[in-house]
């Protein structure tokens, strides 16, 4: 609906304010379904990732290669990302998020249905092509913050972002809980392809399954905006926006910048500690396949609490900067307590340690998407968050690698200590960032330019 004035003259741009009335916005009870069939596509994909990094002594035995090729069918996942995000971003900006998500769905389902057929120990070329094609489906990674901001309103947003990041959390977990039981350690190479084999074809099955979910369910947004901030953001017209200004605006804001760094040095972290568990575990307990999964079964399941809580904290405070500091801040004395703990003999200890670093580091997660969603608005949180993933990707293999290195060489408590010192860097780059929380402005914009158009039609009457 237009308000117009019965005087020809123009009104002047504050008084052009106080017209424009409040853009309709609704919420849809259907957001909920978006974000579970998301979230269990991440959840599908996430398990892919680890399948093998956590029983990596039995698959290097199994096709008898070195510990570096198995560390590449994780590193894969991160490897791929980088090239990917900006001609995924551009996708993102010009078709849409279910045209992203569809495709990504699609080659984690076919990547999957290949892994079926290598269960051979003569067949590691073939296993690592079919998981360098689930690995294009990582395409997703920047969408969680994107997909919050289409659906859901502004009093939920941080937390549906957690919602969405729990997906891929729990397929970490299920990454780390599933395969040391599915693939025992047992002598016979004939019965150990049989347990790989079950494996690939449980994957397989659920990704199909998602697939089909996606390409029936899926949808791209509600006709409504969900928020002001949302409505705002539609009415920028094609024309107006320029992906290559968007990406050079993203690499000029020096708050942003400082997260993204520090952003990568946390999760790069996290992706290090994931890929290596089963070998820091080994090393200090022989014989521990199955703990080791548990273990990194505890660090994701309070990592899934840590984002939840975080992102009801958020939603409900709106403390973006204050949050992310103390998050960050205890991961670092989470992992200094998690490296000085591994080696005493008591997997109890190591259980209780290892939660309480997963509870901070990776309830991280969300907390970074939103962050830099509030720090670079109006410029679209899939291009902003892809870039917290690439990122997160180049430390995670640049840690991966290193963090190895060190450990065949020093043991696992000089690789723990590398990480501690980049937790370290990260926490006092954190501290660094200004907080600019640009799209609660916006709301706050439009919630006084309703209340001064309100006066204005009362006073008139």
């Known amino acids: 609906r237009k308000i117009y004035s019965s005087d020809t003259s123009e009104p002047s741009a504050p008084d052009a304010a106080q017209l424009l009335p409040l853009i309709e916005t609704k919420l849809y009870k ?57 001609p995924v971003t551009w996708v993102l900006e010009n078709r849409g998020v279910r045209e992203v998500v569809v495709v990504a769905a699609a080659f984690n389902c076919i990547g999957a249905w290949i892994k079926t057929g290598t269960a051979i120990p003569n067949m590691f070329a073939m296993t690592f092509f079919g998981q360098f094609v689930c690995s294009v489906a990582t395409i997703y990674m920047g969408i969680p913050s994107r997909l919050a901001s289409l659906w859901f309103g502004e009093q939920e947003v941080s937390t549906a972002c957690s919602i969405a990041v729990l997906g891929t959390q729990l397929g970490i977990a299920i990454g780390f809980l599933l395969p040391p039981i599915l693939v025992p350690n047992v002598d016979d190479v004939e019965e150990l392809g049989y347990h790989i084999r079950i494996m690939f074809y449980i994957s397989a099955g659920v990704a199909t399954f998602i697939f089909i979910l996606v390409v029936i369910l899926f949808q791209e947004k509600p006709e409504l905006p969900p928020s002001q901030a949302q409505a705002q953001a539609r009415n920028i ?120 670093l997963g509870f901070f ?98 006073c008139a009457t």
């Open 237 to 356: 017209s094609p024309d107006e926006y320029s992906y290559t200004a968007s990406i050079l605006n993203l690499l000029r804001n020096k708050p942003f910048m400082i997260l993204m760094v520090s952003y990568g040095l946390i999760i790069g972290s996290f992706y290090s500690i994931s890929t290596l568990l089963n070998r820091m575990i080994i090393e200090h307990y022989p014989g521990e396949e199955v703990n080791a999964g548990r273990i990194g079964l505890t660090i994701v399941v309070a990592g899934m609490a840590g984002s939840l809580i975080c992102g009801i904290w958020l939603d409900r405070t709106k403390t973006y900067k204050q949050t992310s500091l103390a998050v960050y801040f205890f991961s670092l004395i989470g992992m200094l307590f998690y490296t000085f703990t591994l080696n005493l003999g008591y997997l109890w200890v190591v259980f209780i340690t290892a939660g309480i």
């Open 30 to 86: 259907r957001r909920w379904l978006m974000l579970f069939i998301f979230s269990a596509f991440s959840m599908s994909n996430a398990f892919m990732w680890l399948q093998y990094g956590i029983i990596s002594n039995i698959f290097l035995r199994f096709y008898g290669i070195g510990t570096l090729a198995v560390d590449w069918l994780s590193m894969l996942f991160l490897l791929t990302y980088i090239p990917l995000f900006l």
């Open 361 to 458: 580091m990776t309830g991280y997660l969300p907390l970074g998407f939103e962050f830099a969603v509030e720090l670079t608005y109006p410029e679209s949180e899939g291009t902003s968050s892809g870039l917290l993933n690439c990122s997160a990707q180049i430390f995670g293999i640049i840690f991966t690698i290193s963090q190895g290195k060190i450990i065949d060489r020093w043991g696992t408590l000089a690789g723990n200590i590398f990480l501690c010192i980049f937790l370290l860097i990260g926490t006092g780059l954190t501290a660094l960032i200004k907080s600019d929380l640009r799209r609660q402005k916006a709301n706050l914009q439009k919630a006084e330019e309703q209340t001064v158009s309100v006066s204005t039609s009362v």
